[in-house]
């Protein structure tokens, strides 16, 4: 039997709510969420934020820039600006040749129509991503892309399967939510939750959801003592919930990302040392930084 090969596992941007240049900060990288996956057959990847555009460079010196083209899955968390705002510069999805399948919830939010505040409005992926690039925000529209673009909406607590892979999603914790997902590959488990607040319903939910996966990435922006004074109910989460949910759930490795744009390299490289302290097995990633599952 040949061995199966399962994911290559890249991350193109773990800075959290706002890009983040500087000196200071060059280390962990100022690129906002993207995450690039891998498989034997299909190409994975976790939001558009700015981390997408260095992502974009890469995948033109393969089969993206080539006549022939390629194909990829994109997955968005959510729609908040640091998950979105690097699409527009992402130049693959500018050619012909490419085709991209998005997925990402339908949202029915209450209020945007000025006349009738109880009319609901459903805001899909599709609407969202647009609208991002209409003339008062963007030069170019998403029309303008050339490339295939295929959109998707994925409901919360499902399961997709799409060629060799697997995905399964939560609902998490975040103003307007926010998606996780854990991917199967080849019996291999990835969870990725990003943008989640902790209480103790999440934390069990989590443990259950990401049971006994090998790595689970997850929003650590706050040291406990911000998140208790002044950044509960923001919608983000601490390293003491996610070695929490580890525990819980027998999970291997914890990935500590979304690193607050308050929080120099110094700073993180001290927070990721107390969280090794609390769950052995953690990392606070770098940009850049890729493993294999
Ligand atoms: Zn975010
Ligand atoms: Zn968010």
């Known amino acids: 039997m040949s061995k199966i090969k399962n994911a290559e596992i890249k991350y193109y941007g773990v800075r959290g709510s706002i890009p983040t240049p500087g000196e200071k ?15 034997e057959d299909d190409i994975i990847i976790i939001d558009a934020g700015t981390g997408i555009r260095v992502l974009g460079l890469d995948l033109l010196k393969r089969e993206f820039g080539t006549k022939e083209g390629g194909t990829a899955h994109i997955f968005f968390s959510h729609t908040h600006w640091d998950h979105i705002q690097g699409f527009p510069f992402f ?70 399967k799409i060629n060799n892979f697997s995905v399964k999603t939560i609902r998490l914790r975040h103003p307007n939510n926010s998606m ?9 488990k990835f969870c990725f939750c ?23 990435a997850y929003d ?26 580890c525990e819980k759930g027998g999970i291997e490795n914890l990935h500590m990302i979304h690193h607050d744009p308050m929080h120099d390299d110094q700073f993180i490289k001290k927070l990721e040392k ?16 890729n493993f294999f599952i």
């Open 220 to 245: 650590c922006q706050y040291t406990p003592e911000e998140y208790v004074d002044g950044k509960i109910g923001w919608g983000h989460s601490t390293f003491e919930a996610a070695a929490e949910i």
């Open 25 to 39: 900060f060059k280390e962990y990288g100022g690129n906002t969420t993207c995450l690039f996956i891998e498989l």
């Open 274 to 289: 107390r969280a090794q302290q609390r769950f052995k097995n953690t990392l606070a990633v770098k940009e850049g930084f």
């Open 180 to 188: 996780g997902f854990l991917f199967n590959f080849a019996g291999e």
């Open 91 to 160: 130049i693959p999805a500018y050619l012909p040749q490419n085709t991209f399948h998005v997925y990402g919830e339908t949202k029915e939010i209450k209020g945007l129509d000025a006349k009738d505040k109880e009319v609901l409005e459903t805001w899909t992926i599709e609407r969202t991503i647009r609208t991002q690039q209409t003339f008062m925000f963007f030069p170019a529209s998403t029309q303008n892309m050339g490339s295939k673009l295929i959109f998707n909406e994925l409901n919360f607590n499902s399961e997709k």
């Open 194 to 216: 990003t943008d989640v607040e902790h209480n103790d319903e999440m934390i069990t939910e989590l443990s259950k959801f990401a049971k006994g996966c090998k790595v689970l």
